[in-house]
Structure formats: C-alpha cells, structure tokens
C-alpha cells in the first residue's frame, strides 16, 4: 500500500518519495521512529487499524498516544477482513457456521494470524457476538494459516483476501462472506456479513497516511490535496483493488474520527479480552 502512495505522491510533490521498511512488533517498531521525527512534512507515515488503533492497548509499553502524536493527513484504503473456508466445510452461510460450532460443543478450531492481528481480533469478536464455544489458533503469520486452511487442518479461518484471493479464484478456498459494508469489487458473488446471517457485524482495516503531531496545517492541507488527486488516478484504484482493499478518501478530520471510532472498537476488546504483549 506504501509503495502505491509513494510513486504517485512523488509527482504530485515534485519531490522523491522514499519507502522505508522499519518491520517489527506488528509496525510497533515503525509508529515509535515516527512519532520522533521532525514536524515538517518531510517524515510521513502509512498507518492502518493495527499499528494505529490496535497497538497502543495490546502492547503494554506502546510508547505513543493515536490520538496525540498523530496529524492525519487522509484515508486510502479499506481492506475488509473475510471469512474463509476449505471447500469441504458444510457450511455456506454465517449462520451456518454458528450453528456447526454450537453442534461441535467446544470442539471446534477458527484459525487466525498472531494474537492482536485483526484476523485474531475479528474471531474473538466473533466468538464474543455469537456466544460459540471455539478454539482460536493463532499462527505466526498468514502464510501458516493460509497452508493449514488448504490442508484442511483448520475448517474455517479470519483473515484479509490478499494472501487468499489466489485459491479462492482457483476454487482451492472458499469465502463465506467478507465482513465490510458492501461486497468486495473482485468476490462479487460473496457476502456480507449482514448477507449472510450476522446483521451489524464488521471488521474493516482502514489505511490512511499522518504526519507527526505538530505539523503546521497549511501542510497537511498540501499533502491531503495531493493525496486526494492520487486517490483518484484510475491506476491508483485498480492497484489498491488488485491489493484486496476499496479506495478511500477524507478529509484530516474525518480520518481523525475514523481513528478515534477503531481504537474504541479494538481497544474495547482487547482490553475485555485482558490482552498483552510485552
């Protein structure tokens, strides 16, 4: 998603935008260089629902405030968490899912990414809004789900499309529904959530870029018109697409609200759930 934004932005600006990697405590480790860096426009940050509105309850030395140490600048993207499944598993709807874990009395496995991700977040909330009995797996990374979901060692899995979307067209996976607003533009024939059995239920990352706080307005005015023009490049869309995310845009304000609604949501949980990583 970086790497999109980056190479439009740098003609919009007229200047050299650099990607800089900084991998580590699920983006903990990028959001805490970032809130260091001078207030000037030059230091900009892709943030999403995880290192933004996740981390700073799920970690107990975050290190940084969503609210405070950040200037958003706009949103870019959505990318809507799906449910997946092998094709052997019976189940076709939401609804049936619940009612196979009910049967299964406890016995039965959701697979997810590691504690905290928003694929592991998306079952506990799941588990919390249907009252079932089910084990969550939490894998190291998607990769390890996506295997275990195609060998058949896990019925059902919570994660975002990109990694799947390839056995999912193949017919090698299948998804049950996909947990945004609207259907997705490439799984059509897939469902909501509201589609399918479990009305209201959602679990979207959202991505947006910030600058650190303090940067002067007329600044993030600049950066949100360019981000805006970009946001609209049809080859822009088509790669976020290409991606598993919808395009998205805003005004600073309203990424701030969206901000502030995600770590209501998550930290809610995670805090109910007395999550903690060190």
Avoid: C
Avoid at 88 to 97: E, H, L, R, Y
Avoid at 100 to 126: D, M, P, Q, R
Avoid at 146 to 174: C, E, S, Y
């Amino acid at each position: 998603m970086a790497r999109v934004v980056a190479e439009k932005l740098a003609g919009e600006l007229g200047q050299q935008v650099v990607v800089d990697n900084r991998a580590g405590g699920s983006g903990l480790v990028g959001t805490r260089a970032f809130i260091k860096s001078p207030p000037d426009g030059y230091t900009l940050f892709l943030g999403h629902t995880g290192s933004i509105s996740i981390n700073p309850s799920l970690y107990a030395n975050a290190g940084f405030d969503p609210r405070k140490d950040f200037a958003p600048i706009g949103l870019i993207a959505s990318m809507p968490v799906a449910l997946l499944a092998h094709p052997s598993f019976p189940a076709k709807t939401i609804g049936d899912v619940v009612a196979v874990a009910k049967t299964a009395g406890g016995a039965f496995n959701i697979g997810t990414s590691a504690v905290g991700t928003g694929g592991y977040l998306t079952a506990e909330l799941f588990k919390s809004v249907t009252g079932i009995d089910a084990a969550i797996i939490p894998y190291k990374g998607t990769a390890q789900v996506m295997n275990d979901l195609l060998g058949n060692q896990v019925p059902i899995a919570f994660g975002v499309l990109p990694p799947a979307l390839g056995n999912l067209q193949a017919g090698t996976l299948r998804a049950i529904a996909v947990l945004g607003p609207t259907r997705f533009s490439l799984l059509p024939e897939v469902p909501t959530a509201d589609e399918s059995g479990l009305p209201g239920f959602e679990s979207v990352l959202h991505y947006g870029l910030l600058a650190p706080a303090g940067t002067p307005q007329p600044i993030i005015a600049r950066l949100n018109a360019a981000l805006r023009v970009l946001a609209r490049s049809a080859e822009v869309e088509q790669r976020i697409v290409a991606e598993g995310g919808d395009p998205l845009t805003s005004t600073p304000e309203e990424y701030a609200k969206d901000i502030d609604r995600e770590e209501t949501k998550w930290g809610t949980l995670v805090r109910k759930l007395n999550l903690k990583v060190e």
